[in-house]
């Protein structure tokens, strides 16, 4: 009896071991690189509880594409924004339930670019979403639920213990994967700060009227529908956006999903209609040729989302609240992160 019990004991032990140690191995993806998708995971987490008002939900168009504290420098607005790389809309409603644990914002802005996509993404994508992720009941439905996601047994247990996916990191362990294992303050509140360029030449041609039609997929739709009932229940608006994207949009799927806000009584911003508005330009905004937005794209698409949602929603200036001190060192880091990047871009 004593001898099973040791055992049973050791693999009590051994398991739990696997599991503390597994932050330590995995990727911490903190680079320009790595699009900070950890640092915006892990700095989701660090915010105040039930401090922001405002959040921004979606694929990497998103985090490429709103700048959290210009809305805080001008407005005093307390934002995040929490995205993933390449996300599906099944990702999406999951990190969106992530969200509401730990925030209650007023508002949500959900770009909807992710609409477009019904196949699955690949094992980086789904990592760079759940492997910083906070272990709670939404991550395990997420992980074992088979909602949306086609994962393996195999996978299965490699997302519980990453250390069984990433044990050939410990030659490449250094400071910050101890340093970031289980938290992170990030000060560009998800924003993924690029300031190269790369043109896009074809302008607006993109969203002519092309004759065509467009449906959104329904297993996909059937997510957004989730999300959109969930936030009536928790009394939070809900807006629909789509930032500039001249590599996936058109104005077809845009048609599409303004019927679809239209159904639901919600509002859909299709920035894509407002690139004069914004005195957008594609041969010096974008960074990929028409895919993702630069800095300077991102700094117009904040200025022209940021007072619209300041004139039309409740949003509180929360500047001279103490309990948002760090917000003004946060400030600082990001804006001196910005003129360096944009100094270093010029210079090559």
Not at 163 to 186: G, M, P, Q, S
Not at 318 to 344: G, L, M, P, Q, T
Request: hydrophobic share 35%; glycine share 6%; charged share 30%.
């Amino acid at each position: 009896m004593k001898k099973y019990l040791a055992i049973f004991i050791y693999c009590v032990l051994f398991t739990v071991l696997l599991f503390f140690l597994s932050p330590i191995f995995v990727p911490k993806w903190r680079s320009g690189e790595d699009n900070y998708i950890g640092s915006i995971v892990r700095g989701y987490y660090s915010e105040g509880e039930n401090s922001l008002d405002l959040l921004f939900l979606g694929n990497s168009d998103m985090y490429r594409a709103i700048l959290p504290i210009e809305l805080w420098d001008k407005y005093g607005i307390a934002s995040y924004a929490y995205t993933s790389p390449g996300q599906r809309t099944w990702t999406g409603y999951y990190v969106f339930e992530d969200a509401l644990l730990y925030q209650h914002p007023k508002v949500i802005v959900y770009n909807v670019d992710s609409l477009n996509s019904s196949n699955q993404s690949n094992e980086s994508i789904y990592r760079k979403s759940f492997d910083n992720m906070k272990w709670t009941k939404n991550k395990v439905k997420a992980i074992f639920g088979n909602d949306g996601f086609q994962f393996k047994r195999r996978e299965k247990i490699e997302y519980v213990f990453p250390i069984l996916r990433f044990h050939d990191r410990w030659k490449e362990l250094n400071n910050e994967d101890f340093k970031y294992a289980y938290k992170e303050h990030f000060s560009y509140k998800g924003y993924d700060l690029i300031a190269t360029s790369k043109p896009y030449e074809g302008g607006k041609s993109y969203m002519k009227d092309k004759k065509e039609t467009y449906e959104l997929i329904e297993n996909v739709r059937g997510y957004l529908d989730r999300i959109v009932e969930r936030c009536k229940e928790e009394g939070i608006e809900l807006v629909l956006v789509e930032v500039p994207s001249a590599d996936s949009w058109s104005l077809a799927k845009s048609k599409a999903v303004q019927e679809y806000a239209d159904s639901k009584g919600l509002t859909f911003i299709d920035l894509n209609l407002h690139l004069d508005d914004m005195k957008f330009d594609w041969k010096k905004n974008t960074p990929d040729g028409g895919d993702h937005l630069n800095i300077y794209g991102a700094e117009k698409v904040t200025e022209f989302l940021g007072e619209y949602l300041h004139e039309n929603y409740d949003l509180p200036d929360r500047r001279n609240d103490e309990k948002y001190s760090r917000w003004y060192e946060d400030s600082k880091i990001f804006h001196r992160d910005v003129e360096n990047a944009k100094k270093a871009a010029q210079n090559n």
